[in-house]
């Protein structure tokens, strides 16, 4: 099970702000982004709690329960905030490292409401069936690449198998994401309008979830044909508040989609 977390962030700020940032890590000095690095986790563990979450490690014969502590993107995720000391003792930070350390200091930029979309495919389906074009319903829920907030100007599409020396812009997402991405306040705009018409507004509320293009579903059972109702009518509803909050704030959207 695949699961959808959007948070609102101020996307304008942070690729202004990692400008200077990726120019030093592209003439091979790494140090201010450590040193920002270590500075955003400073501030997140400030600002955000340590709680038992349940979590337990085998210590000494017995299970023992650690505190997690919170971030923007734990629910992004599913792990807590790095620890300082990770990113200080790094002594020859790859690729997947420096993407890291990025997303790390996005975290600062984001909010710390979450919306989880759940049965964002069954949406995605449904929008598809109605006629939407496939590239607006697979940005709607997956975003731009983060990539292009680093790197606006590379147009080239990341390598379909990222390896070791991949360039770092392109190894950029949350940390057991599956994707990660992000909508300018452009594209909020236009979904929102799109999915706020009264027409697809309806469309969705009467959409018969039989047609779902998913083989292997058995819509004959009415119980499943009751779920997948339920999911897509939550889907759209929940979309249209990530989307109305994002767009009153004249912000963006920050978008992970993991397994569970």
């Not at 003439?27 to 038992?52: F, S």
């Not at 983060?146 to 360039?167: A, D, F, N």
């Not at 992000?182 to 309806?202: A, C, D, H, Y």
């Not at 009751?226 to 963006?252: C, F, H, P, R, V």
Request: glycine fraction near 6%.
């Amino acid at each position: 099970m695949y699961l959808h977390h959007a948070s609102v962030f101020d996307y304008r700020r942070y690729q202004a702000d990692m400008q200077p940032l990726v120019k030093e890590v592209d003439e091979d000095n790494l140090e201010p982004l450590r040193i920002r690095t270590c500075e955003a986790i400073r501030h997140l563990q400030q600002e955000w709690p340590l709680e038992d979450l349940g979590i337990t490690v085998w210590e000494n014969g017995r299970d023992k329960h650690v505190l997690t502590q919170r971030w923007p993107f734990l629910e992004h995720s599913g792990e807590g905030l790095p620890r300082e000391e990770q990113v200080r003792s790094q002594i020859d930070p790859g690729p997947t490292d420096i993407a890291e350390w990025f997303v790390l200091v996005l975290a600062e930029y984001a909010d710390s409401r979450v919306y989880r979309v759940d049965g964002y495919g069954t949406l995605q389906g449904a929008l598809t069936v109605l006629g939407w074009d496939p590239h607006d319903t697979e940005l709607l829920f997956s975003g731009l690449p983060v990539y292009r907030l680093l790197k606006p100007e590379v147009l080239e599409e990341p390598p379909l198998h990222l390896e070791r020396l991949t360039p770092y812009w392109y190894w950029a997402r949350v940390v057991l994401g599956r994707t990660s991405g992000w909508l300018p306040i452009e594209e909020i705009r236009r979904f929102l309008q799109k999915l706020g018409q009264e027409n697809t507004s309806k469309q969705v509320r009467l959409f018969d979830v039989c047609r779902l293009p998913f083989p292997g579903v058995d819509f004959e059972n009415q119980v499943v044909v009751k779920d997948y109702n339920e999911w897509l009518q939550s889907a759209y509803e929940t979309t249209i508040t990530m989307l109305t909050s994002a767009a009153n704030s004249g912000q963006g959207l920050f978008m992970t989609i993991r397994f569970q």
